[in-house]
């Protein structure tokens, strides 16, 4: 699968931060035309040496959740850990492996945040716009926002909301939603990426969590990039 050429990956703070705020405004927030048939997760670790990062996509075609392909890739670390700018340290791993798909997912969910971010350009916002297609993010825990607890029972959600300021006034702005996928189990915390809306990311994290905390998709992803971990020196 072909991916955009946005920007270089190995930039000072200062560039990487700009970056992230232009960016930032080209998410597209379009309602998705119909169903996704083949959906892809992705998700990433390091190496037990902490020198290189591995990133794996599996690719399952619904409403079985039938194998299409599985692909993974490997990169050295080269930029530093900072908060905020996560992406520019797991992307680049995410797009090689991505560039093997010979698939075309309608959909990719990723272990990480979309737009619930402090500049709204988390890892699926990002990865969204290098490749121009749906993307919808994920994550085990909450990086900015404030919500109320969702309901216990599967299904139930909550608004994740950050002050934001518009013409010197603070308001309220939705950027997530808070998820129950099983009843009486953490929530994850879903929010747009690219070219979809919040109902279409919680209605699909939903479709695809059928009996598990994470969605298949990504769950899948999480268990393969695991063992290539486990073989990593």
Same mark, same amino acid.
């Given at each position: 699968m072909k991916t955009k050429s946005l920007h270089n990956w190995n930039l000072p703070y200062s560039q990487a931060r700009d970056i992230q705020a232009k960016l930032a405004c080209k998410v597209q927030f379009t309602p998705l035309k119909s169903s996704p048939k083949v959906v892809a997760g992705i998700d990433c670790a390091f190496s037990r040496? !902490?020198? =290189?990062? +591995?990133?794996? $996509? $599996? @690719?399952l075609r619904l409403p079985d959740f039938e194998l299409v392909e599985t692909v993974s890739a490997v990169r050295k670390v080269t930029f530093p850990y900072i908060p905020g700018l996560l992406s520019f340290r797991e992307a680049p791993v995410c797009i090689a492996a991505v560039e093997k798909l010979r698939s075309r997912p309608? @959909?990719?969910i990723i272990d990480g945040q979309g737009i619930a971010h402090p =500049? =709204? #350009? !988390? #890892?699926a916002a990002h990865l969204g716009l290098f490749f121009d297609k749906p993307t919808i993010g994920c994550a085990k825990s909450r990086l900015t926002g404030d919500y109320e607890e969702p309901l216990p029972e599967k299904g139930a959600f909550t608004l994740l909301t950050a002050q934001s300021s518009r013409k010197g006034r603070l308001t309220a702005e939705t950027i997530g939603a808070v998820v129950r996928t099983r009843t009486n189990v953490k929530p994850v915390f879903v929010s747009v990426g690219?070219?979809? @809306? +919040?109902?279409?990311?919680? %209605?699909? @994290? +939903?479709?695809?969590?059928?009996?598990? %905390? #994470? /969605?298949? /998709?990504?769950? #899948?992803a999480h268990q393969t990039v695991g063992k290539l971990k486990l073989k990593s020196q």
């Amino acid at each position: 699968m072909k991916t955009k050429s946005l920007h270089n990956w190995n930039l000072p703070y200062s560039q990487a931060r700009d970056i992230q705020a232009k960016l930032a405004c080209k998410v597209q927030f379009t309602p998705l035309k119909s169903s996704p048939k083949v959906v892809a997760g992705i998700d990433c670790a390091f190496s037990r040496d !902490g020198q =290189r990062i +591995l990133a794996a $996509v $599996v @690719v399952l075609r619904l409403p079985d959740f039938e194998l299409v392909e599985t692909v993974s890739a490997v990169r050295k670390v080269t930029f530093p850990y900072i908060p905020g700018l996560l992406s520019f340290r797991e992307a680049p791993v995410c797009i090689a492996a991505v560039e093997k798909l010979r698939s075309r997912p309608d @959909v990719f969910i990723i272990d990480g945040q979309g737009i619930a971010h402090p =500049r =709204r #350009l !988390g #890892l699926a916002a990002h990865l969204g716009l290098f490749f121009d297609k749906p993307t919808i993010g994920c994550a085990k825990s909450r990086l900015t926002g404030d919500y109320e607890e969702p309901l216990p029972e599967k299904g139930a959600f909550t608004l994740l909301t950050a002050q934001s300021s518009r013409k010197g006034r603070l308001t309220a702005e939705t950027i997530g939603a808070v998820v129950r996928t099983r009843t009486n189990v953490k929530p994850v915390f879903v929010s747009v990426g690219n070219k979809c @809306v +919040l109902e279409d990311a919680i %209605r699909i @994290v +939903l479709g695809c969590a059928v009996k598990y %905390r #994470l /969605p298949e /998709p990504t769950r #899948l992803a999480h268990q393969t990039v695991g063992k290539l971990k486990l073989k990593s020196q």
